[in-house]
């Protein structure tokens, strides 16, 4: 199992980037998936979740959201390329943080990018 996440940066305030998830090892597309965060000196927190597509057949698969990134974060998954995106625009000085994405699967991590919002 494997998942391998890119597209951390340093940016400043009011910019925007693209967080990817390359996975493999694993039937990605029947496992929820999640983006978590965590800031030196901060607890960690998860930003957004997606289902499985299957879990909603009128809507596709269902998202959260933590409040903070709400309105400025996206979370949507590829199924065919076993791959999470996490957009994120309107960059804040708080959001800075090592980003990893996670699987139920085995409980499998990545090893996290970096993001890092200037003002």
């Known amino acids: 199992v494997q998942l391998v996440e890119s597209g951390g940066g340093e940016v400043h305030t009011g910019e925007s980037l693209r967080l990817s998830c390359v996975t493999s090892?694993?039937?990605?597309?029947?496992?929820?998936m999640t983006w978590y965060r965590q800031a030196p000196g901060r607890e960690r927190e998860v930003v957004a979740g997606i289902s499985t597509t299957g879990e909603s057949a009128e809507t596709g698969a269902s998202t959260i959201y933590v409040e903070s990134v709400k309105g400025r974060f996206i979370i949507f998954r590829d199924n065919a390329r076993s791959t999470l995106y996490l957009q994120m625009d309107n960059l804040q000085p708080d959001d800075t943080a090592l980003y990893y994405c996670?699987?139920?699967?085995?409980?499998?991590r990545g090893r996290g990018t970096q993001v890092t919002v200037s003002s």
């Open positions: 996670h699987t139920n699967f085995q409980g499998a």
């Open positions: 090892g694993f039937p990605f597309a029947d496992y929820r």
